[in-house]
């Protein structure tokens, strides 16, 4: 019997963190294959881009959320220099991350629980995929916030259907105290491809600070 190909709606299709468990434990050695490069997934291209733009030196160490297979954390990391931190919740999909070699360390947790890091240990948070359909919400700021460092930088990416309807943009209003004004930038997830559906996926990138 030949099993279920796994697609990106089946992804937007989760509900609890168990499920996100279930569903890459099967995901994870095609995940890159099947979804990244076929889709031609734009956004941990553009999480890193924005990153290396808006960076200061004191920006580490540097927490990978929702690493996954470490999409975001090769593209960083392409000398082995930085010190970046990968957080997940599929240990699959965070030992496809370790045979990259571009983290220094990888967690395997629910980040919508309480995060297993000291209170000001992080010097920035990357984020590409995590925040969108049946994943993570808008509450995960405050164990974000609470790790990070005064003035460490934020780069995430937020799919456009959850921004508001996922409480994104309310959360952004109640944590305004705690952080820079946000710079949003709007692209497509993926590259042009023959499947509209695809091409109708809108992401989010919110860049800020934690204030000092």
């Known amino acids: 019997m030949v099993e279920k190909k796994i697609k990106l709606k ?8 168990k499920d996100s468990i279930k569903l890459y434990k099967k995901w ?29 030196n004191t920006d580490t160490p540097i927490l990978d959320v929702g690493a996954g297979t470490g999409l975001v954390g090769k593209l960083l990391n392409t000398k082995n220099k930085k010190e970046i931190i990968g957080i997940d919740i599929s240990l699959e999909m965070l030992n496809q991350a370790k045979l990259k070699g571009c983290y220094s360390s990888l967690i395997e947790a629910d980040i919508t629980k309480k995060i297993p890091l000291k209170k000001h240990s992080i010097g920035a948070v990357v984020s590409a995929g995590t925040f969108t359909h049946g994943h993570v919400g808008a509450e995960a700021f405050d164990e974000l916030l609470r790790i990070t ?3 460490g ?3 995430l990416s937020i799919n456009s259907k959850v921004f508001v309807k996922g409480g994104f943009q309310k959360k952004f209003l109640k944590i305004k105290n705690k952080i820079s004004s946000p710079i949003f930038k709007k692209f497509n997830a993926h590259g042009i491809r023959k499947n509209e559906a695809l091409n109708k996926v809108e992401i989010i990138a919110a860049i800020f600070r934690k204030k000092l």
């Open 10 to 17: 089946d992804a937007y299709a989760l509900k609890t963190p």
């Open 153 to 155: 930088l934020f780069v």
């Open 28 to 56: 994870a050695k095609t995940y890159d294959k099947d979804f990244a490069i076929n889709s031609n997934y734009q956004s941990p291209k553009k999480i890193s881009d924005y990153f290396n733009k808006y960076t200061k």
């Open 149 to 151: 460092k005064p003035g």
